[in-house]
């Protein structure tokens, strides 16, 4: 496994703040909405987006163990 680079990470830190986002408006969907279905796809909105968020945060734990010490100049 290669270290992940300056940009990977960047890429990855945009993705799990677009993921949080969706999170949170797929919550105030299912908050808001009165019509049942609709509710229930926000509900599940929310389940794969917090699937995909908890996916980035794994991919970045299992590479920081060869994560470099100092930033690479």
Partial sequence: MQAITA???E???DSMSN???LIKQCA???ATITNPQL???CSH???VHTQHY???LNS???HQSIAPAQPQA
Avoid: N
């Fill in 11 to 13: 890429y990855i830190a």
């Fill in 45 to 47: 909105m929310i389940d």
């Fill in 19 to 21: 993921e949080d986002l």
């Fill in 28 to 30: 105030v969907g299912a």
């Fill in 60 to 62: 970045l734990q299992q």
């Fill in 7 to 9: 940009k990977e990470l």
């Fill in 54 to 56: 908890s996916t980035l």
């Fill in 39 to 41: 509710r229930q796809t």
